[in-house]
């Protein structure tokens, strides 16, 4: 079945960049949207950025004008490149995209998660 696979995250200097990626195992028949989320330590998860169908996005304040979310040739992969990071940026990041899949049903789909560190 599909799964979704995050990569990139790592240990950063704050004023440094990362980019992350995530690609899906599967294929899928449609996707509606395609996010990234963060999750602090003892927070909730929050929405980073999304990018719909259409191309149109949306991104949490914290982050505008430092972060890019883009989709990739490839209808099922998706990137976050992300600037000037900041201490509180930290968190584990993680991939969703709402959707079809050819072998599967309409719902939301979660990679497991990569960790982004940022040091002051």
């Known amino acids: 079945q599909v799964q979704l696979v995050e990569s990139g995250g790592g240990l950063v200097q704050a004023g440094g960049s990362l980019s992350l990626s995530c690609a899906a195992s599967g294929s899928f028949f449609s996707i509606n949207s395609m996010a990234w989320y963060r999750q602090a330590p003892g927070k909730q998860r929050e929405l980073v950025a999304i990018?719909?169908?259409?191309?149109?996005?949306n991104y949490a304040d914290s982050v505008k004008g430092r972060f890019t979310i883009s989709r990739g040739n490839v209808k099922s992969t998706e990137y976050l490149q992300m600037n000037s990071l900041k201490p509180e940026d930290t968190g584990v990041y993680y991939c969703?995209?709402?959707?079809?899949?050819?072998?599967?049903?309409?719902?939301?789909?979660w990679g497991k998660g990569t960790l982004v560190t940022v040091s002051s």
């Open positions: 969703n995209m709402y959707g079809k899949p050819l072998g599967g049903i309409l719902r939301d789909y």
């Open positions: 990018i719909f169908s259409d191309g149109s996005t």
